[in-house]
């Protein structure tokens, strides 16, 4: 009887544990999130963005209480999910695989329902395979490429009364020296002329094309430009 009863209570104290694989899933909505913050990191958003990613991280704090847990999970990503809806032009969309890797965990129990848990995890699995994936790819095409990419535009500051005066001449006489676009550009400190040139274009020739850009009028400064600031 004593054996029986310390079987008993054994189980029962495992009930009383949120499952790893429920654990596992929502801390996946976790690190599923992160993306999101770091995309909107230098937005003014970023305050808003910080306050909706909170709650993600809620059900991890419930790792004794079933329930709870699946209640907290169904009820963060369901929010997510609608507010994901509403706040979409402020970029809230991207806490949804959160959100679904929080509901994915709510019914995840393979005690309860183990046919379920099994497919929930395999789905959970998938989820985080393809936020990682995309995460990666848009980070080697925003990022990683534009940075390693050679670049191939002069930007020249220019003077901002010779600035729209003269653009189609300099477009004219810059592509005989190797140029294949001249467009103009500015922000709040200065004004650019932006010259792109082939990528094959042999360093003679762009050493001549720079040198050209150089004796425009108004022209104090010309530099290569990064890709990802120029394309």
């Known amino acids: 009887m004593n054996a029986f009863n310390r079987v008993g209570w054994g189980m029962g104290a495992e ?56 209640r907290a999970g169904a009820i963060v990503g369901l929010f997510l999910l609608v507010w994901g809806l509403l706040g ?7 806490f949804w695989p959160s959100a679904v890797l929080l509901l994915l965990a709510a019914f995840a129990d393979p005690r309860r329902r ?16 393809g936020l990682l994936v995309g995460t990666a790819l848009f980070t080697w095409h925003m990022h990683a490429a534009p940075a390693l990419a050679e ?18 001449k300099h477009d004219e006489h810059l592509k005989r020296h190797g140029a294949t676009s001249v467009t103009g550009t500015a922000d709040e400190d200065a004004h650019y002329l932006d010259v792109r040139f082939p990528d094959d274009l042999p360093e003679a020739r762009r050493a001549d094309l720079k040198r050209e850009i150089e004796k425009l009028p108004g022209v104090s400064r010309v530099d290569l430009c990064p890709v990802r600031d120029c394309g």
Request: aromatic share 10%.
């Open 88 to 94: 979409f032009l402020a970029g809230m969309f991207v």
């Open 114 to 129: 183990p046919v379920t848990a099994k497919i929930m995890g395999a789905a959970g699995g998938l989820a985080m395979a």
């Open 15 to 70: 009930g009383t544990r949120v499952h790893w694989l429920q654990r596992a899933l929502a801390a996946g909505a976790v690190i599923a999130a992160l993306p999101g913050l770091l995309l909107t990191l230098t937005s003014y958003l970023f305050p808003l963005h910080i306050l909706t990613a909170l709650p993600v991280a809620i059900p991890l704090f419930l790792p004794r209480r079933p329930t709870a847990f699946a």
């Open 151 to 168: 670049p191939h535009t002069y930007r020249a500051v220019s003077d901002p009364d010779t600035f729209y005066a003269e653009l189609g």
